[in-house]
């Protein structure tokens, strides 16, 4: 695996605070639309323990003068060529809603490198094999605005502001053409843990697909339910936080006597 620039590594990855030495890794992957500033309070809340590294996928922000991804693959394949080859630290991945594809996706390429992650959390999201036929990206404007006030993941301030949404519309389309034509392709199942974290009122995912990501590992695998809808993770964010603490805390054993 070819190692990239410093400057690529900060293009791509995030961090918003000083760690310790030889913490944990827990890289953050955000859903359609998102960017790695929506992890800035886990950084906070997990922090100096826990190396919170976000992504920031290009199209957005300091980056919205880059064209998007042509698919989950690609944004999957770029994450895994910037990461440090050399770095031993313990790797976690949290993903949220498109996050967690990408975050499948990126696993599966570290395992096929001899470098399975320590945990992969996946969060509100069904597992990769079960598909829906979903066309929001096709929407005009006003449907895609719809969807996001009924998941209510973005702040409804930038969604009355029409400069604002000139800006943030062409990313967050973009992401939800990548996710909603996403299938999975053919290839072993993860040997790492799987930890499912999900709201109980999540209009995007039942429960029972939810559960089928335990299809797609050999390794442990946990549900974990949360009160809350599609973004359960912003109210539930204390309880989300120290789960995530105890899994390092479990299952990366260099981590045990940092966090």
């Known amino acids: 695996m070819a190692n990239r620039s410093s400057d690529e590594h900060k293009l791509w990855m995030r961090s918003f605070h000083p760690t310790s030495t030889g913490a944990p890794r827990l890289l953050c992957l955000p859903h359609a639309g998102g960017s790695a500033s929506f992890f800035f309070p886990v950084s906070a809340a997990l922090g100096p323990e826990v190396d919170v590294l976000a992504v920031q996928y290009p199209g957005r922000q300091d980056r919205r003068a880059e064209p998007a991804a042509d698919s989950i693959e690609a944004l999957a394949d770029e994450l895994f060529r910037v990461l440090d080859p050399h770095d031993e630290s313990p790797l976690a991945l949290?993903?949220?809603?498109?996050?967690?594809?990408?975050?499948?996706?990126?696993?599966?390429?570290?395992e096929a490198a001899g470098r399975p992650p320590a945990?992969?959390?996946?969060?509100?999201?069904?597992?990769?094999?079960?598909?829906?036929t979903e066309l929001v990206h096709q929407r005009d404007d006003a449907g895609l605005v719809e969807e996001m006030k009924k998941l209510n993941g973005t702040d409804l301030t930038l969604l009355d502001d029409p400069e604002m949404l000139q800006m943030i519309l062409p990313a967050i389309r973009a992401d939800y053409r990548l996710v909603e034509?996403?299938?999975?392709g053919p290839g072993e199942r993860l040997s790492?843990?799987?930890?499912?974290?999900?709201?109980?009122?999540?209009?995007?995912?039942?429960?029972?697909?939810?559960r089928s990501w335990d299809e797609e590992t050999t390794g442990a695998f946990e549900l974990l339910v949360h009160p809350g809808g599609h973004f359960y993770l912003v109210p539930q964010h204390r309880a989300v936080n120290a789960q995530i603490k105890e899994y390092l805390r479990k299952l990366a054993p260099r981590a045990e006597a940092q966090v």
Not at 94 to 110: K, N, T, Y
Not at 181 to 184: D, F, L, V
Not at 192 to 210: S, Y
């Open 94 to 110: 949290f993903g949220h809603s498109m996050g967690a594809v990408v975050g499948f996706e990126l696993a599966r390429r570290l």
């Open 119 to 132: 945990v992969l959390f996946a969060s509100g999201r069904r597992g990769p094999s079960r598909v829906r």
């Open 181 to 184: 034509t996403y299938r999975r």
């Open 192 to 210: 790492c843990p799987v930890v499912v974290m999900t709201g109980d009122a999540d209009p995007r995912v039942t429960l029972d697909e939810a």
